[in-house]
T-cell receptor, first 112, second 117 residues
Framework: KNQVEQSPQSLIILEGKNCTLQ??????????LRWYKQDTGRGPVSLTI?????NTKSNGRYTATLDADTKQSSLHITASQLSDSASYIC???????????FGAGTRLAVHP | DTGVSQDPRHKITKRGQNVTFRCDPI?????LYWYRQTLGQGPEFLTY????????KSRLLSDRFSAERPKGSFSTLEIQRTEQGDSAMYLC???????????????FGAGTRLSVL
């Protein structure tokens, strides 16, 4: 079954600290993997998108990694800010299909 | 504002009533998607259009749900005879299909939150 699983389900960190969110997927065939940030009450916003051949991609303080062999991805947030408080959703596009498969998200809370 | 816009932002209705939501995509985008998101979960695909053609529908889209995109621009999602289980955030997204798949980013609207009492 094509699934995307994320861990942890929720995370609390102090402002200025780093954190890493995990994503495992069983989607096949694989096309690309995206990380989205979703603020409460808002639609998801794309952070990064990686294809099979890309191992890492950065967007400011966000760095995503992809291991297509083990079907794992991570999103590392450096020097967290209060505005990073949101849900981070891992999304995989299945090759040959147009719809995306979403994980349930990791809810991150950054406290002062 | 040139992003994806959805209307209304919130809708409260009584069980059994019909509701209709509207989505205006980014103007040059030819693909439009509808998703449903419940609390603590990621969005679930409902259906998508390329121009005015509805190309795929999820099994989640029961016969009470219908979506249209009559002129290939805005889209409407109608739910007939609403049930309490329909309570969710309904998200619309758009993209440009001619971009290579790795660059085919879906841009989401803020969603319509439906509460069925």
């Amino acid at each position: 079954k094509n699934q995307v699983e994320q861990s942890p389900q929720s995370l609390i960190i102090l402002e200025g600290k780093n954190c890493t969110l995990q994503c495992n997927y069983t989607v096949s065939p694989f096309s690309n993997l995206r990380w989205y940030k979703q603020d409460t009450g808002r639609g998801p916003v794309s952070l990064t998108i990686m294809t099979f051949s890309e191992n890492t991609k950065s967007n400011g303080r966000y760095t995503a990694t992809l291991d297509a062999d083990t079907k794992q991805s991570s999103l590392h947030i450096t020097a967290s800010q209060l505005s990073d408080s949101a849900s981070y959703i891992c999304v995989v596009r299945r090759g040959g299909y147009n719809k995306l498969i979403f994980g349930a998200g990791t809810r991150l809370a950054v406290h002062p | 504002d040139t992003g994806v816009s959805q209307d209304p932002r919130h809708k409260i209705t009584k069980r059994g009533q019909n509701v209709t939501f509207r989505c205006d995509p980014i103007s040059e985008h030819n693909r439009l998607y509808w998703y449903r998101q419940t609390l603590g979960q990621g969005p679930e695909f409902l259906t998508y259009f390329q121009n005015e053609a509805q190309l795929e529908k999820s099994r989640l889209l029961s016969d009470r749900f219908s979506a249209e995109r009559p002129k290939g621009s805005f889209s409407t999602l109608e739910i007939q005879r609403t049930e309490q289980g329909d309570s969710a955030m309904y998200l619309c997204a758009s993209s440009f299909s001619l971009a290579e798949p790795a660059k085919n980013i879906q841009y989401f609207g803020a969603g319509t939150r439906l509460s069925v009492l």
